[in-house]
């Protein structure tokens, strides 16, 4: 099925040369350009992953770090009792506690962009899965949600300037935001450069082949832009 799309999006897509990969910082540039939205768009990065999602032991799932975060605010919720619910509470958690905040969500509060959890607290949060699992919120150790006591701070901080989770999905994609458009372009290019480098260093031992297949950025309503992965350094 062809999809069909709007006169500002096929003027902006006339902007990308269909024949050419670009290096990042040419495609940052380039994203910006093909931005038409009145507001400030997103800067994305789609991924194509050569691994076969049926597979347990080729699985894809991090976390990202980026030297510039986000651009937004990041509503933290963790899930500790006693000294650790002191400490994220005292690091700046925006909301902190145990079986209070557990009913709260239950109800279907899920006002925030992050949930964590202490170890001992993910007995009594299992029944969150519903609520949580489907918006992606749901504490993992495998996301660097579930967090030992005395990294509570460490893992509050980085949240809040701007971890991003990646995932892949049902396609073989992995879909991660990783700024604004109004951003400088270089900040962009190295919040772009760190997811890249964090999906490659979380390759699963199963993965055959090559590992990174493509890699596309655009903006929020923008098309993509192709980039040469040789410029990447990837596999």
């Not at 997103?42 to 076969?52: I, K, N, P, S, Y």
């Given at each position: 099925m062809t999809v069909k799309h709007g006169k500002k999006y096929t003027e902006a897509?006339?902007?990308?040369d269909p024949n050419k990969a670009y290096d990042l910082a040419e495609a940052v540039a380039t994203a910006k350009k093909t931005a038409y939205a009145k507001f400030d768009e997103?800067?994305?990065?789609?991924?194509?992953?050569?691994?076969?999602i049926r597979n347990a032991n080729q699985q894809v799932r991090g976390v990202a770090l980026l030297p510039h975060g986000l651009g937004k605010q990041v509503r933290v919720l963790v899930f500790a009792q006693g000294e650790?619910?002191?400490t994220a509470r005292e690091a700046g958690a925006d909301f902190s506690g145990n079986d209070?905040?557990?009913?709260?969500?239950?109800?279907g509060f899920t006002d925030f962009d992050i949930a964590m959890a202490t170890p001992d607290m993910m007995g009594k949060i299992s029944k969150l899965g519903k609520v949580l699992g489907r918006k992606g919120l749901m504490p993992n150790p495998k996301a660097g949600t579930v967090v030992q006591a005395e990294n509570l701070g460490k893992s509050i901080e980085e949240a809040r300037k701007g971890r991003v989770e990646f995932k892949l999905d049902k396609t073989n994609l992995i879909h991660?935001?990783?700024?604004?458009?109004s951003f400088e372009d270089q900040k962009l290019v190295e919040?772009?450069?760190?997811?890249?480098?964090?999906?490659?260093?979380?390759?699963?031992?199963g993965a055959k082949g090559q590992f990174i297949k493509s890699v596309t950025v655009s903006t929020s309503m923008g098309p993509g832009i192709p980039l040469d992965l040789k410029s990447l350094n990837v596999t």
């Open positions: 897509e006339k902007l990308i997103a800067v994305e990065l789609h991924m194509r992953m050569g691994v076969d650790a619910e002191r209070d905040l557990i009913k709260k969500v239950e109800e991660v935001v990783a700024g604004k458009k919040n772009l450069a760190a997811v890249i480098e964090a999906v490659e260093k979380s390759k699963p031992t």
